[in-house]
């Protein structure tokens, strides 16, 4: 899969294509929006092709020039990042104050950035499922 970052600093946006065919012309079918400031952009085989983001200082939390490429994880893979059940981790974990804030909320559930939550997990003693596996392999 090539992802492409393509930032526009003077207007504070940011699109990130998950496919080289994201940034061609009549690729994107359709859009729809997450948010007020994030949509996101569907292919006519319903696949998502690219994120877009405006506002994209706030949305982020952070400046244009801070942005870098991470890796997306849902409820199941932050769940086995802390190292818990995915039917506890909402309960135990997303909910509490100090847990990082999801990057989006979709009707499928909550996105995080995976740097963050191993940060959390880290600051807080937890080895997840699939960091144990990659340490005993």
Same mark, same amino acid.
């Given at each position: 899969?090539?992802? &492409?970052i393509?930032?526009?600093r @003077?207007? /504070?946006q940011?699109?990130?294509a998950?496919?080289? !065919?994201? +940034? ?5 079918a *359709?859009t729809?929006? $997450?948010?007020? /400031? +994030?949509a996101m952009d569907? /292919?006519?085989e319903?696949?998502?092709?690219g994120? @877009?983001? &405006? ?5 982020l939390?952070?400046?244009?020039d801070?942005? !870098?490429?991470?890796?997306l994880?849902g $409820?199941? =893979?932050?769940?086995?990042l802390v190292?818990?059940q995915k #039917?506890?981790?909402? *309960? /135990?974990?997303a909910?509490?104050p ?5 990057i +989006?909320?979709?009707a &499928?559930?909550r996105?995080?950035? !995976? #740097?963050?939550? =191993?940060?959390?997990?880290? #600051? ?6 699939s960091r *144990?596996?990659a340490?005993?392999?």
């Amino acid at each position: 899969m090539q992802i &492409t970052i393509q930032p526009d600093r @003077d207007n /504070d946006q940011l699109y990130l294509a998950l496919s080289g !065919r994201a +940034v061609e012309a009549g690729v994107v079918a *359709r859009t729809v929006s $997450v948010t007020e /400031d +994030v949509a996101m952009d569907f /292919d006519k085989e319903g696949r998502v092709v690219g994120l @877009d983001i &405006t506002n994209a200082s706030k949305v982020l939390g952070e400046s244009m020039d801070e942005v !870098r490429l991470d890796a997306l994880v849902g $409820v199941k =893979e932050a769940a086995e990042l802390v190292g818990i059940q995915k #039917s506890n981790f909402v *309960r /135990d974990y997303a909910n509490k104050p100090g847990f990082p804030r999801p990057i +989006v909320e979709l009707a &499928t559930g909550r996105i995080w950035l !995976r #740097s963050q939550v =191993e940060a959390y997990a880290a #600051s807080k003693g937890r080895v997840g499922n699939s960091r *144990r596996r990659a340490a005993a392999g």
